[in-house]
């Protein structure tokens, strides 16, 4: 380790940049962007609901494609960005799951093959001993 240490040092002295042992080189001039939240009119709220319920339902969280057709179908979302439409979302989703709504996933075919029966009369439960 020490000759690793030893080498990047000496690679920075003829440089002429000075290196601290435990911190990671940033760029200088990168600086974190600030950002302002801005909350969910219900005029928002509506057009997501509307181009995304099928998601909510789904209790899957969209992605990119389907949030930039949110996006051009509805003008009241022009200010907001597809990441933006995808949280929102995704936060639904999370406070359905807090409150205990009754939120069930469903699987891609809708029925499962097993339970499928022929004819329309159900028996009841069949119960098998192992």
Same mark, same amino acid.
Do not use: H, I
């Given at each position: 380790m020490h000759a690793s240490v030893v080498s990047d040092r000496a690679l920075a002295a003829r440089e002429? %940049?000075?290196? @601290?042992?435990? $911190? /990671? %080189?940033? %760029?200088? /001039? $990168?600086?974190? *962007?600030?950002? $302002?939240? !801005?909350?969910? /009119?219900?005029?928002? *709220?509506? =057009?997501? !609901? !509307? *181009?995304? +319920?099928?998601? &909510?339902?789904?209790?899957?969280?969209? +992605?990119?494609? #389907?949030? #930039?057709?949110?996006?051009? =179908?509805?003008?009241?979302? @022009? !200010?907001? %960005?597809?990441?933006? $439409?995808?949280? &929102?979302v995704h936060n639904c989703i999370q406070s359905m799951k807090r409150r205990g709504a009754a939120v069930t996933p469903r699987h891609g075919g809708g029925h499962d093959p097993e339970t499928l029966t022929s004819n329309a009369e159900w028996d009841g439960p069949v119960y098998l001993s192992l």
């Open positions: 002429g %940049t000075p290196m @601290s042992p435990a $911190v /990671n %080189t940033v %760029t200088p /001039n $990168v600086k974190a *962007q600030k950002r $302002v939240k !801005r909350l969910w /009119n219900e005029e928002e *709220q509506a =057009a997501v !609901r !509307r *181009q995304l +319920g099928e998601f &909510y339902k789904l209790v899957k969280v969209p +992605g990119k494609k #389907d949030c #930039d057709a949110c996006l051009a =179908a509805e003008p009241a979302l @022009s !200010r907001r %960005t597809w990441r933006e $439409v995808k949280y &929102y």
